[in-house]
């Protein structure tokens, strides 16, 4: 793999006196999609939410192009260039889907219409909807704005915590092909899923969690075809009965 402009080194984290990550690395190429699969339990959300600040490091170092996030809290961490969706409470409900967009860039608030134009060119979707509140968005319009709104922000690096969580089939493959388009954009993407196989099909990397620790990594394709990892984490394809 390439030198990485995300790279996680023996991370150790958790709540209260219980390590969750047990010395988790891995790192995210610059434009590329890297994924995070495992059985639940395992750590994988833990491990974007001490990536992006939301929880302290015990041990180990994340560093994004030279810059030690651990320690830095979450706004600090999106000035540096990184931006992450977590899985619930993504948006603002009360506020209306321009006023989401326009938080998404208080960081950068003189860049607030370029921004803008270069979101809602990739996510056209939302053109429409820019009066409309939030809260009567449909799951799939919301998660929608909720990638846009961390957009906004111009960062190099977007962490999505299941972003096909709850959806319909039919949106959830519109999140995925969301996420190639982001990528497409120069954006590089470290995304967790439970939906491993649809995941690793737009991944270029992918590394494996269990009970905290690093247990499989490679090229996604490669996991895909991993014998391992098809028994045990991506079930039986349909129709191979």
């Known amino acids: ?11 150790r984290a958790g709540y209260g006196g219980e390590d969750v990550l047990r010395g988790v690395s891995l790192g995210v190429p610059e434009g ?5 699969i495992g059985p639940n339990g395992s750590g994988k959300s833990t491990l974007l939410k001490a990536i992006y600040g939301l929880i302290p490091l015990r041990a180990g170092s994340v560093v994004l ?17 990184v931006n992450m969706v977590p899985q619930l409470a993504n948006v603002f409900p009360d506020l209306s889907v321009f006023e989401n967009l ?11 219409r370029a921004r ?3 979101v809602l060119d ?22 929608m704005l909720a990638v846009g709104r961390a957009l906004m922000s111009d960062p190099r690096l977007l962490i999505l915590d299941e972003p096909s969580a709850g959806l319909a089939p039919r949106v959830q493959d519109e999140v995925f092909a969301t996420v190639r388009a982001i990528n497409g954009l120069g954006v590089s993407v470290l995304m967790v899923e439970q939906r491993a196989r649809q995941c690793l ?41």
Do not use: F, W
């Not at 590329?32 to 995070?36: E, N, T």
């Open 116 to 118: 803008l134009d270069v």
């Open 102 to 112: 326009e938080v998404g860039a208080i960081l950068n608030r003189h860049r607030l």
């Open 65 to 81: 192009a030279g810059n030690e996030l651990a320690g830095l809290r979450p706004h600090r961490i999106t000035a540096l260039g």
């Open 32 to 36: 590329r999609i890297v994924a995070i």
């Open 122 to 143: 990739a996510l056209p979707a939302l053109r429409g909807l820019l009066s409309r509140r939030a809260a009567t968005l449909s799951g799939g319009q919301r998660q």
């Open 201 to 241: 099909a737009i991944a270029d990397y992918g590394y494996v969690l269990e009970q905290g620790h690093n247990r499989l990594e490679g090229p996604a394709q490669s996991l895909l075809q991993d014998p391992e990892v098809v028994r045990l984490y991506l079930g039986v394809r349909k129709g191979t009965g």
């Open 1 to 11: 793999m390439s030198d990485p402009i995300l790279s996680v080194c023996d991370v």
